[in-house]
């Protein structure tokens, strides 16, 4: 005990291995500096010569001095303990200081000395900025993410507007007797507004991958009427050029996957599209086979015998807006966007995309998938619905070009259409667009459907509520009140009065599947993306045929 009261208490501050400072409060209030540990010492470069008797002021002086002593006599004042940061120059940086000064008492209960500890947070202050800086700078990056979306949305939804008014005028104008010139025409225009589609969905896909936003469904579907369906789409356009389209499903291939088949659609008519493009002559086949062994068991192979690409080209096909610069495959037109969009899609669904070409010996495009196999009864119910419900899903974000409508020798008219059951119908359209107005009522009086247009969505819930509706065609953007809103109206309308559901289709140009989902929570029943063939309206308006909006 006696060999214990002999150790300098202060001595025992080098024991600590951080900073630590004691400051003695002396008879006129004054703390001033009793001791100090060497890291302390080291920190401040001082000796504790230079530091012990004196106030925070008169050992570092200056500003630093005077935020020193304002601190130690705040906590004299207060009798509390406070924590604050200190920057101290060295001789290549500053650094941060990071103190506690606490109060001690005597056993008479007055304030006699401050003990301080220190720590070094420079680090750590650094890292701080560093995770703010990154914090900024992903919500800057997310923000120019949402604004590209919407201004695409925006120009999108601009677009498909009069693209609306032309594809279907050019629909209507070859129901008329024209002129084989004529004909060939409105062909043409019909096909280049269709074209001009195609690069508006190409270009919003593409937005999509790139803001990771592009999402896969699983799902039992049938790849073998997936193959007959895209030989059949893309047969008419391949005929045109001379060329056989020709497929290959082998028995013992499974006729049924889980996975998205309609991302899966997408990625044949992509890459049997290209193959037909750059083919002058020859064929294009699609060939199908299965290796339960493999780790991707399913192959998906497109060949053809068309230009071919040169080894050191084979990585930018798959590149966005590239092209091959070879006077061969800068005959065809396009975004550059098809190959890419197909590789980002495969590989979401886990799957690869490889090429084997050589410079005008043809092309292979294989696409290898680990889908499982599902049991064929899954999808033997929806086989003679499969059309439909790939149109359905084209419009609410998956590219579709309508094949049918290429200019061919014989200028073949659209399919008769039963229309007779549209007879009577009464149907309120909500429109603020002019030509789409014209549209719809080109398409609708001569069948016997009888309209009445409005140009907003109060006007719409006005007309609602004073006449009895078959169906109304409710545009999602309108001046002053939408479409949105119009439908949560009218439903509560009929919540109210106990009135039967009106059938309320979104006919917009908005083709987002946001739009689709916020349609749907507002109680609409189905979606008709603009442009819209005549056949698509139909079927949406019509009693026998009606089908819920898409999921």
């Given at each position: 005990?006696?060999?214990?009261?002999?150790?300098?208490?202060?001595?025992?501050?080098?024991?600590?291995?951080?900073?630590?400072?004691?400051?003695?409060?002396?008879?006129?209030?004054?703390?001033?500096?009793?001791?100090?540990?060497?890291?302390?010492?080291?920190?401040?470069?001082?000796?504790?010569?230079?530091?012990?008797?004196?106030?925070?002021?008169?050992?570092?002086?200056?500003?630093?001095?005077?935020?020193?002593?304002?601190?130690?006599?705040?906590?004299?004042?207060?009798?509390?303990?406070?924590?604050?940061?200190?920057?101290?120059?060295?001789?290549?940086?500053?650094?941060?200081?990071?103190?506690?000064?606490?109060?001690?008492?005597?056993?008479?209960?007055?304030?006699?000395?401050?003990?301080?500890?220190?720590?070094?947070?420079?680090?750590?202050?650094?890292?701080?900025?560093?995770?703010?800086?990154?914090?900024?700078?992903?919500?800057?990056?997310?923000?120019?993410?949402?604004?590209?979306?919407?201004?695409?949305?925006?120009?999108?939804?601009?677009?498909?507007?009069?693209?609306?008014?032309?594809?279907?005028?050019?629909?209507?104008?070859?129901e008329t007797a024209l002129s084989e010139q004529q004909r060939l025409y409105s062909e043409t225009i019909y096909n280049s507004a269709n074209a001009l589609l195609a690069i508006v969905n190409d270009v919003l896909d593409f937005s999509?991958?790139?803001?990771?936003?592009?999402?896969?469904?699983?799902?039992?579907?049938?790849?073998?009427?997936?193959?007959?369906?895209?030989?059949?789409?893309?047969?008419?356009?391949?005929?045109?050029?001379?060329?056989?389209?020709?497929?290959?499903?082998?028995?013992?291939?499974?006729?049924?996957?889980?996975?998205?088949?309609?991302?899966?659609?997408?990625?044949?008519?992509?890459?049997?599209?290209?193959?037909?493009?750059?083919?002058?002559?020859?064929?294009?086949?699609?060939?199908?086979?299965?290796?339960?062994?493999?780790?991707?068991?399913?192959?998906?192979?497109?060949?053809?015998?068309?230009?071919?690409?040169?080894?050191?080209?084979?990585?930018?096909?798959?590149?966005?807006?590239?092209?091959?610069?070879?006077?061969?495959?800068?005959?065809?037109?396009?975004?550059?966007?098809?190959?890419?969009?197909?590789?980002?899609?495969?590989?979401?669904?886990?799957?690869?995309?490889?090429?084997?070409?050589?410079?005008?010996?043809?092309?292979?495009?294989?696409?290898?998938?680990?889908?499982?196999?599902?049991?064929?009864?899954?999808?033997?119910?929806?086989?003679?619905?499969?059309?439909?419900?790939?149109?359905?899903?084209?419009?609410?974000?998956?590219?579709?070009?309508?094949?049918?409508?290429?200019?061919?020798?014989?200028?073949?008219?659209?399919?008769?259409?039963?229309?007779?059951?549209?007879?009577?119908?009464?149907?309120?359209?909500?429109?603020?667009?002019?030509?789409?107005?014209?549209?719809?009522?080109?398409?609708?009086?001569?069948?016997?459907?009888?309209?009445?247009?409005?140009?907003?969505?109060?006007?719409?819930?006005?007309?609602?509520?004073?006449?009895?509706?078959?169906?109304?065609?409710?545009?999602?953007?309108?001046?002053?009140?939408?479409?949105?809103?119009?439908?949560?109206?009218?439903?509560?309308?009929?919540?109210?009065?106990?009135?039967?559901?009106?059938?309320?289709?979104?006919?917009?140009?908005?083709?987002?599947?946001?739009?689709?989902?916020?349609?749907?929570?507002?109680?609409?029943?189905?979606?008709?993306?603009?442009?819209?063939?005549?056949?698509?309206?139909?079927?949406?308006?019509?009693?026998?045929?009606?089908?819920?909006?898409?999921?």
């Amino acid at each position: 005990m006696e060999r214990s009261a002999q150790i300098d208490p202060f001595a025992l501050l080098d024991t600590v291995a951080f900073s630590v400072f004691i400051l003695e409060v002396c008879d006129d209030g004054m703390p001033r500096y009793a001791a100090a540990n060497t890291p302390a010492l080291e920190y401040s470069e001082l000796s504790l010569d230079q530091v012990v008797g004196k106030t925070a002021l008169e050992v570092f002086g200056g500003v630093a001095g005077q935020r020193g002593l304002a601190h130690h006599l705040s906590v004299v004042a207060n009798a509390k303990e406070v924590t604050y940061e200190v920057p101290i120059p060295r001789r290549n940086k500053v650094i941060q200081m990071r103190t506690t000064l606490s109060p001690l008492f005597n056993s008479a209960g007055e304030l006699t000395h401050l003990v301080g500890s220190s720590m070094d947070v420079t680090a750590r202050k650094e890292l701080d900025n560093a995770l703010e800086l990154t914090k900024m700078a992903k919500e800057k990056a997310e923000h120019a993410v949402r604004a590209k979306e919407r201004f695409l949305a925006n120009v999108s939804h601009e677009i498909r507007t009069p693209m609306n008014g032309i594809m279907g005028m050019c629909e209507l104008l070859r129901e008329t007797a024209l002129s084989e010139q004529q004909r060939l025409y409105s062909e043409t225009i019909y096909n280049s507004a269709n074209a001009l589609l195609a690069i508006v969905n190409d270009v919003l896909d593409f937005s999509k991958i790139q803001s990771d936003t592009i999402s896969v469904q699983a799902a039992p579907f049938s790849l073998r009427r997936l193959i007959t369906e895209t030989v059949t789409l893309l047969g008419a356009r391949a005929a045109t050029k001379g060329l056989a389209l020709k497929q290959e499903y082998p028995s013992d291939v499974p006729e049924a996957f889980i996975g998205d088949g309609t991302r899966m659609r997408q990625v044949l008519l992509n890459l049997v599209g290209n193959a037909i493009k750059f083919t002058t002559e020859g064929h294009v086949l699609l060939r199908v086979s299965y290796n339960a062994e493999a780790r991707l068991p399913l192959r998906i192979d497109v060949v053809d015998t068309g230009v071919g690409i040169a080894p050191e080209d084979h990585d930018m096909v798959f590149s966005a807006f590239e092209q091959v610069d070879r006077p061969e495959m800068q005959a065809e037109e396009g975004t550059g966007l098809g190959l890419a969009i197909t590789r980002a899609v495969v590989e979401r669904m886990g799957g690869k995309v490889s090429l084997q070409s050589a410079r005008g010996a043809g092309s292979t495009f294989t696409v290898s998938l680990g889908f499982p196999v599902a049991d064929a009864k899954d999808v033997a119910d929806d086989l003679s619905d499969c059309d439909e419900r790939a149109e359905a899903s084209a419009q609410v974000g998956t590219p579709q070009v309508d094949y049918e409508l290429v200019v061919s020798p014989e200028h073949r008219q659209s399919d008769p259409v039963d229309v007779s059951h549209l007879r009577g119908l009464t149907v309120l359209v909500a429109e603020d667009n002019k030509t789409n107005q014209l549209v719809v009522e080109k398409m609708l009086s001569p069948v016997g459907v009888s309209l009445t247009f409005v140009d907003d969505g109060l006007q719409a819930v006005s007309a609602y509520q004073t006449g009895g509706w078959d169906v109304i065609l409710m545009d999602l953007l309108m001046p002053g009140m939408g479409g949105l809103e119009a439908a949560r109206r009218i439903r509560e309308i009929e919540c109210k009065t106990g009135r039967a559901a009106c059938h309320i289709v979104a006919l917009t140009a908005n083709a987002q599947p946001s739009d689709v989902d916020a349609s749907h929570e507002a109680g609409m029943d189905d979606f008709l993306s603009k442009p819209f063939r005549r056949r698509e309206l139909f079927k949406a308006i019509s009693r026998e045929q009606r089908s819920p909006l898409v999921e």
